[in-house]
């Protein structure tokens, strides 16, 4: 029976040529440099921060990108998962309210936490403990299917999808030509490169800020700097950003790393939601305490104290003191009451503006309120039409 990786390595193409470059051109079987040749070239992937140089029949960090003869192949024609998602799941509070999210994701992550929530595809090809047999899938069905469940937008989420970038613009192009909005659930950790090849197909992203300590992030594998970047260039990008961080005590709820944190993200700007999330104990990191309701009503003030806007704290549904819901920044009016996933009130005008005061509230708004198809995730029913790649060999 042939491995993931064996499985995986057939389901490739090319990678865009806007996300990577020959960097060394290497040296013929007899051991005279060739102007032209490829074999044996090392070459660098701009798909994530990482940006590796990657020797002929080598991966990347993620794994699940590699050196082929001197070009770089990656991801392509399969999911590990697709589930409808309301919106605010991912979340996305200032965008289209109550909107189901179509959700797709494949394997593989740049980063390795241990307290992944997603770590059955993250950490697919690290950890042998992590099993999700993919499902072939092409980008029409997947739109179609997006389409039969009412999603407004589709979504690439669970794994990071900056690493399978050029899968996920296929998908972009077929969801924006059936009028779907789309969307990035991401670490953030970007590059110029990936960032403006994306800027053409993608709407919404959410960054993941998981703490503003770079030693920190080292822990995680990754560096702080290139999330920042990625940060201040989606927001410049006029892309709609909103931001999250899991309150992980001991490791990012200190008072001062969270001052230094929102201070950020207020510089960018004040008009960024951040939502504060409860960690709870998952994969490797078992020791920290689950975070407490207080803590994350702390950690918003800090977020507010710092001038942030729009500061939202999730995970514990009806019991973080209102901070599920939207107000007017500027009268303090109740716009959108939200229990958990759950829209219970929406009083924002179809502009998007405050009817109390006629401020305009920044997001993507609808000029209605539909109401919600679901509050809570559930599996699409053509899932099933999907082929399971691993049983088929
Ligand atoms: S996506 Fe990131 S980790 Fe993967 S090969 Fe490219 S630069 Fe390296």
Known sequence: MPSLRDILDARVVEADPALWETIDKGSSASGKTEKDSTE????????????CPIAEGQRGVCKVRFNRGGKLYVPYGYVAGVQCDPIEKKPFFHAVPGALA??????????HCSYCQNWVTSQALRDPEAVSPPL???????????LAQGARVVVSTYNEPLI??????????????????????????????????????????????????????????????????????????GIWLEIVTLLIPGFNDSDEELRRLTEFVASVSVDIPWHVTAFHQDYKMTSPADTRPEDLVRAAHIGRDAGLRYVYAGNLPGRVKGLENTHCYQCGAMLIRRVGYWIEEYKLAPSGACPECGAMIPGRWSRQFDGQIAAAPFLPRSRSRLVRILERQ
Request: proline share 4%.
């Open 164 to 237: 399978t970038s050029e899968w996920a613009v296929a998908v972009f192009r077929e969801a924006r030509a059936a009028g779907l909005m789309t969307a990035y659930v991401s670490n953030g950790n970007g590059t110029p490169q990936v960032l403006e090849y994306l800027r053409p197909w993608i709407g919404l992203y959410k960054v993941d800020l998981k703490s503003f300590d770079d030693r920190h992030y080292r822990q995680l594998g990754g560096r702080i700097e290139p999330i920042l970047e990625s940060i201040r260039a989606l927001h410049g990008m």
């Open 102 to 111: 179509y959700s797709f994701g494949m394997l593989g992550c740049d980063l």
């Open 136 to 146: 072939e899938a092409d980008p029409a069905q997947l739109v179609k299917d997006a």
């Open 40 to 51: 044996n070239a090392r070459i660098r992937c701009y798909a994530c921060g990482h940006r």
